[in-house]
């Protein structure tokens, strides 16, 4: 379920990697894409 979120996640959410967002100064709406991002990854990679 994890793998098909995280493959969802990487066409619909934008990349703030790519944008090189400073993490000092994201909002908090990005910092909570940030963590639903990561989340969602760990999850995917310990199956």
Do not use: E
Request: aromatic letters at 12%; charged letters at 25%; proline letters at 2%.
């Amino acid at each position: 379920m994890y793998k098909i979120l995280a493959k969802i996640n990487k066409l619909i959410l934008p990349s703030f990697t790519k944008q090189q967002l400073d993490l000092a100064k994201a909002k908090k709406w990005q910092m909570a894409i940030i963590g639903w991002r990561y989340y969602v990854t760990i999850r995917a990679l310990k199956k």
